[in-house]
């Protein structure tokens, strides 16, 4: 037994070693080496992005966006996520990023300030620092530029909308959130509250506000508790993707949604923010009529775009600043230097199909 | 009777913080927590019998709730049972990992699982490739499991909960019918004196982190069904931590050759209820940590000072 | 000794794959930034090995060092002088701690099972204290990680300090050779007059005291303390505990070891972010190293080392 077991050591060293060829992950060159001489590498802009957490599709779809447009805009394209979505997971990815020699971070940052130190010494070793998707709310100035999804001002009165055009603009609703210190989701319920003092939807009732913290399980206890304890809910928004999809599970198990064999005056509508590729059964079941994103895709071209830019110091990030981007229109950088990549989309039975992300 | 006065404690605290678990409809969304707390927990139950210890059950259920995801992706026609024996398959090979490691390399089980707590959560990413399982890869049929199965007025004793007493049965009836079930409760008790009267101890840890796996394996199953998308990272995780606090609260011997069966229910009962009232009376989630751990730590002490006088330290 | 040899012939080996896959990688700097942002878990450590070794575990490091980051985050905030808040920060890490001890000894229960509830109970309480929103600490604490002394960073010499005085405390004193023999055998050393309840009190409190430190470490580090901070941070530690030589079931301390077994992972999680290794990699490699070390430590390493020599100097 004893003398076997020294052998099981090697495996553990071997694997330590080999791995690392197997793994390393780089989408343009050939080795990911920062100073790999290639043709090409001189004038190409090495780019690097780093999402909120490893294995999420959303992601997928954004980092989709960097690659498609990286011969286009001369990038050398790479992304390397957290294992966890905490709030100082990424620190030690930004340093790691910046001692590879990446000219540009993008990030989709997990919290809104425990990254200013780290930033600030990327910043300060010359790399250009990019939020996308979400921001530093709050500690914009340890960023050059924030690429943001739309219009965060549209998303609430849209959603109301779209709930209210549904349940006939009568009726209590709540709203599945993610997590309660989400900036981007704080401004968007913030918006939604806002629209509903309108008087056109005076008679739509928010009764609650729950957080499924973006994990499924959280997501559906939440959307259960939400149903018992208001058993006359007309609507529920979620404007998350893993909450979206949880809420439609519950509906769909309870059969609760309209037309459904278990729904009550009129059934319970949901509504909210998610990826077409999450919600497509769920659509064609009825069990969401209508839902909203932006494609994530267009927020990755516009960060790379103006990375490169800013990099090559074509631009100036400063307000006010408009510039053209071949093939996607014109862009112009807005009040706390934040540019909106896209607007809003609405999904339905009818037009689905047409999206694969 | 008196016996069981922890685990009951539980399931009044339960409903004293909440008279409104008594309607149908919380007993429904308890019915859905329960199998998945009491399938993994008699898994856990086994181990800790066993004097070991197993904290990799939330990455096993990660693990083998993506392997289902991507098997219904790839051929969403598949027969449920051939699902449901995939996950089970995958938790045992993972779950013979942990006994291989534990029983042949003699290692100690508190660092083997933590080791492969990080090992199986990583593979659950690997064979993701970045994916996530939605609900729109998984069928309704399977997703019905939990909320279909037999009606009892307005409550529906479920599928996967009819499932989840089926297993107790059957853990009910190994452990006491059986040479090798018994021999787990006497290794636990006294693994020197157990060996020394020649009862395999390979075997029975073998046995035990198998049997673990194959119940957290089944639970990832379960854990599909019940909420319809699986991610590589949040699926099963920190759910090794509900299951511990079971098998505490029902009053086993944590340091191994005790427990009962009958309890383990009671307290899989409880702590669904406790995760039922705690949402539905709208604890604040910033609450929540402290109010679970504080009943944890309630519980713990009680049960361990009904039995001071056995512990030196 | 001996038993330290594996971990530092890993870390030479690390470094040599690490230069091979990134020419960026042998920067001192950087590395020695890259262990700065980990050094509270090494300074733990210390004091998990003491815990381990008396045949105990704690789980609530992670969340005792949060809460006490919050709680004197939130003083200063409210105006307490920044000297003061700083001691009181050590003392409230001493006090959950202690409070662990008192739990496990009175009610003698498994310690295992005691720091899992407490773990969440102090978490729970930093987030009930705060929420979701963070709290800034004064600009004058704020940067230690960034401030040098004879090259290395004030976190990382504090680390340093602590683990020698952790070494000779263990091997040297009467206290080390109590917390020995009660994770050898707490029966045994309870009759021949180990005060064993006292032995893991203290241990308990002194884990509880670098905790204290390491929060004010972080919260100098971040400038800011919230609930979510060092998640997952109790197993980290307990691998470098475990990595380092220490026996899991109590009884063999290492803590020279352990200060070698942070310096391997901390370059190894360096070369796997230089080297851009996905996450699922990270992890996966971390959970193996854990096994293989724990297996490795088991090896009749004098059969090893006698075979590697070459024929003529093997000892008849």
């Known amino acids: 037994m004893k003398t076997r077991l020294h052998i099981l050591s090697l495996p553990i060293l071997a694997m330590i070693a080999i791995s690392g060829c197997g793994s390393t992950k780089t989408d343009s060159g050939s080795k990911p080496d920062a100073s790999t001489p290639s043709a090409s590498s001189g004038t190409k802009t090495k780019i690097a992005f780093i999402p909120k957490s490893a294995g999420n599709p959303y992601f997928a779809r954004l980092e989709s966006g960097f690659k498609s447009s990286a011969d286009q805009f001369g990038v050398e394209f790479t992304s390397q996520a957290p294992t966890t979505a905490d709030a100082t997971s990424q620190i030690s990815v930004i340093k790691d990023q910046a001692q590879r020699g990446e000219e540009v971070i993008v990030l989709s940052p997990n919290s809104p300030d425990a990254l200013n130190e780290t930033l600030d010494q990327a910043s300060a070793k010359g790399v250009v620092i990019i939020t996308a998707d979400a921001d530093l709310t709050g500690n914009e100035s340890h960023r050059s530029i924030g690429v943001l999804s739309c219009d965060f001002s549209t998303i609430g009165p849209e959603q109301v909308e779209l709930l209210g055009a549904l349940i006939g603009y009568e009726g209590e609703i709540a709203i599945l959130s993610a997590t309660s210190d989400a900036p981007n989701q704080n401004a968007w319920i913030e918006g939604m509250k806002k629209t509903l003092t309108d008087p056109k939807y005076s008679k739509m009732k928010l009764v609650e506000v729950v957080y499924g913290n973006d994990e499924p399980q959280k997501s559906t206890t939440e959307t259960e508790a939400l149903i018992t304890k208001h058993p006359n809910l007309r609507g529920i928004i979620a404007p998350t993707s893993v909450g979206l999809a949880a809420a439609a599970q519950v509906l769909s198990q309870k059969e609760l949604a309209p037309g459904a064999k278990n729904a009550k005056n009129g059934g319970l509508v949901l509504t909210g923010l998610g990826t077409p590729n999450e919600l497509k059964k769920a659509v064609k079941a009825g069990t969401v009529a209508k839902f909203q994103l932006w494609d994530p895709a267009d927020i990755g071209i516009v960060a790379s775009y103006l990375g490169t830019q800013l990099r090559a110091k074509k631009l100036e990030a400063k307000v006010g600043t408009k510039f053209e981007i071949p093939g996607k229109g014109s862009f112009e950088i807005k009040d706390k230097n934040i540019v909106i990549a896209g607007k809003l989309v609405t999904f339905t039975k009818e037009n689905i199909d047409q999206y694969d992300f | ?313 | 000794m001996r038993r330290n040899i594996l971990p530092g012939l890993l870390i030479v080996l690390v470094a040599v794959i690490g230069n091979r896959l990134s020419p960026n990688f042998l920067d001192f700097a950087y590395l020695r930034d890259s262990a700065t942002l980990v050094a509270e878990l090494g300074l733990i450590a210390v004091g998990m090995n003491f815990i381990i070794t008396s045949g105990n575990i704690d789980l609530s490091v992670g969340s005792n060092m949060v809460l006490t980051a919050c709680i004197t985050a939130k003083f200063m905030v409210g105006g307490m002088p920044a000297p003061l808040a700083l001691l009181l920060g050590v003392g409230i890490g001493t006090l959950l701690g202690w409070l662990n001890g008192v739990l496990i000894t009175y009610f003698r229960a498994p310690s295992f099972l005691i720091t899992v509830a407490t773990m969440a109970m102090y978490r729970g309480a930093a987030k009930a204290l705060l929420g979701p929103q963070s709290v800034k600490a004064p600009s004058g604490i704020v940067g230690i990680d960034t401030q040098t002394f004879a090259g290395l960073t004030i976190p990382l010499l504090i680390l340093l300090v602590t683990a020698s005085i952790g070494a000779f405390v263990m091997q040297k004193t009467i206290f080390g050779s109590w917390v020995v023999a009660v994770g050898s055998n707490s029966r045994t050393a309870l009759y021949s007059g180990v005060p064993v309840a006292r032995v893991v009190r203290t241990s308990y409190t002194l884990t509880g005291f670098i905790c204290g430190i390491a929060a004010m470490l972080m919260l100098s580090r971040l400038g800011l303390a919230r609930h979510d901070l060092a998640m997952g941070s109790e197993l980290d530690i307990i691998t470098i505990v475990v990595v380092g030589g220490t026996a899991i079931q109590g009884g063999a301390a290492n803590v020279i070891g352990s200060l070698l077994a942070f310096i391997l992972i901390a370059l190894l999680r360096s070369v796997m972010g230089v080297a851009n290794f996905t996450a699922e990699y990270q992890m996966t490699i971390i959970g193996i190293l854990l096994i293989g070390m724990v297996l490795a430590n088991r090896l009749p390493l004098k059969l090893i080392l006698q075979k590697l020599r070459p024929k003529s100097q093997r000892a008849p």
């Open chain 2, 1 to 313: 009777m008196k016996r069981f006065i922890v685990p009951l404690l539980v399931i009044v605290a339960a409903y004293a913080l909440l008279p409104r678990l008594f309607t149908a409809d919380s007993t429904n969304s308890i019915l859905l927590w329960l199998p998945l707390v009491l399938t993994v927990a008699l898994g856990e139950f086994l181990v800790v019998v066993a004097g070991g210890i197993d904290i990799s059950v939330g990455s096993i259920m990660g693990f083998s709730s993506m392997t289902v995801g991507i098997v219904f992706k790839a051929n969403p026609s598949m027969p449920l049972p051939l699902a449901i024996l995939v996950a089970v398959v995958c938790g045992l090979i993972l779950g013979l990992i942990n006994g291989a490691l534990v029983a042949r390399a003699k290692l100690p089980p508190l660092i083997v699982t933590i080791g492969t707590l990080a090992t199986f959560r990583g593979l659950a990413f690997l064979i993701a490739k970045g994916e996530t399982i939605t609900g729109s890869y998984v069928p309704d049929s399977f997703t019905k499991l939990s909320n279909h199965g037999i009606p009892l007025g307005e409550v529906t004793l479920n599928w996967l909960a009819i499932t989840s007493i089926l297993c107790t049965a059957a853990f009910l009836w190994f452990t006491t019918n059986t040479a090798l079930g018994r021999s787990i409760f006497a290794f636990g008790g006294q693994p020197e004196g157990a060996l020394r009267r020649g009862i395999a101890a390979t075997r029975i840890q073998t046995t035990v982190y198998a049997l673990s796996g194959a119940m957290a394996g089944l639970g990832g199953a379960m854990y599909l069904s019940r909420f319809g998308q699986a991610q590589p990272g949040s699926a099963g995780s920190g759910f090794e931590l509900t299951v511990i606090a079971t098998v505490a609260i029902a009053g086993t011997k944590l340091t191994g050759g005790a427990g009962s069966i009958g309890k383990l229910v009671v307290a899989a009962i409880g702590v669904s209820a406790l995760n039922v009232a705690l949402s539905i009376q709208g604890i604040s989630d910033d609450w929540q940590t402290l109010v679970y751990g504080s009943v944890l730590l309630v519980m713990v002490c009680a049960d361990s000072f009904r039995r001071r006088s056995e512990v030196v330290v």
